[in-house]
């Protein structure tokens, strides 16, 4: 099995014969920074799209 130098965590291959699991340690902290992204990707289509109606009413 081929694990990167960045690799922090650990796997098992319980029970034998079936695939291994590979057990992540930094797991949650990857979730939680995808979830600030895509938090942060909607607030701004949000401000973007509130820009734009606020502009388009105030030209009439």
């Known amino acids: ?3 990167d130098g ?3 965590g650990w796997i098992t291959t319980y029970p034998p014969g079936q695939p ?6 930094w ?3 990857v ?3 995808y979830m600030a992204t895509m938090l942060g990707m909607l607030l701004a289509v949000l401000a973007l799209a509130g820009h734009w ?5 105030r030209l009439r």
């Open 6 to 8: 960045l690799f922090d």
């Open 31 to 33: 979730t939680a920074g």
């Open 20 to 25: 291994p699991n590979v057990h992540y340690m």
């Open 27 to 29: 797991t949650p902290f």
């Open 53 to 57: 109606y606020y502009k388009k009413r």
């Open 1 to 3: 099995m081929l694990v």
